[in-house]
């Protein structure tokens, strides 16, 4: 069954930086789309970050543009999001996950089918 | 960006009956296929979990209880025979244009 499992995170200091991973299980991640999507305290969900198939496309939320980096190194089959200037309001369980698949030239959309199990970054001043 | 709006932002719902969510974009989803609408469910302490992909499609192990409806900007869910394990909070987000966006949320709980 495929599985995205998840590391990093925990408690830093506002400004600091850290960098989440995320490990693809019983799966290959190099056709897909990958997300991290991030959830705060009591509220909603948040879309962050999405990087294409093949790592030439990264697009980010305003409210990290410029400080994160979302990466991929599909022979490790891992992702990874690093966020700089850390601030408190990214305080928030962070989930991994994938949607869109490539096969040749043909593009597959089976939504977001397979989430992390969440990782929990605390930011304190 | 668009806007994804849902209501109501709870429910609470007896056992047996049905329930429905809505969910009204800002700008049409529509493109190439349909409808580029999904929703997803959160139990209690778990991670988010596919229910519904472009508009009405089923995630693979998804109850028939469950049902998507909708077009371009204004789109329905729907929870029929609704039982105890159907609590958590759902959410529509649209995927036709990055950024990605979700929904509020809405919050069932069973009566």
């Known amino acids: 069954q495929a599985q995205l499992v998840q590391s990093g995170g925990g408690m830093v200091q506002r400004g600091e930086s850290l960098r989440l991973s995320c490990v693809g299980t019983?799966?290959?991640?190099?056709?897909?789309?990958m997300h991290w999507v991030r959830q705060t305290p009591g509220k909603g969900l948040e879309w962050v970050a999405v990087?294409?198939?093949?790592?030439?496309?990264?697009y980010y939320a305003d409210f990290v543009e410029g400080r994160a980096t979302i990466s991929r190194d599909n022979s490790k089959n891992i992702l990874y999001l690093e966020i700089d200037s850390l601030r408190e309001e990214d305080t928030a369980v962070y989930y991994c996950?994938?949607?869109?698949?490539?096969?040749?030239?043909?593009?597959?959309?089976?939504?977001?089918?397979?989430w992390g199990q969440g990782t929990t970054v605390t930011v304190s001043s | 960006d668009i806007v994804v709006t849902q209501s109501p932002l709870s429910l609470s719902v007896t056992p047996g009956e049905s329930a429905s969510i809505s969910c009204r974009s800002s700008?049409?989803?529509?493109?190439?296929?349909?409808?580029?609408l999904e929703w997803y469910l959160q139990k209690p302490g778990q991670s988010p979990q596919l229910l519904i992909y472009?508009?009405?499609i089923r995630a693979s192990g998804v109850s028939d209880r469950f049902s998507g409806s909708g077009s371009d900007t204004d789109f329905t869910l729907k929870i029929s025979r609704v039982e105890a394990g159907d609590v958590g909070v759902y959410y529509c987000?649209?995927?036709?244009?990055?950024?990605?966006?979700f929904g509020q949320g809405t919050k069932l709980e069973i009566k």
């Open positions: 996950t994938r949607d869109e698949k490539v096969a040749g030239n043909y593009y597959y959309y089976y939504g977001m089918d397979v």
């Open positions: 990087i294409t198939h093949d790592g030439s496309g990264r």
């Open positions: 987000m649209q995927s036709v244009r990055t950024p990605r966006s």
């Open positions: 700008h049409s989803l529509l493109r190439d296929r349909g409808s580029h």
């Open positions: 019983a799966f290959n991640i190099d056709p897909y789309a």
């Open positions: 472009f508009t009405s």
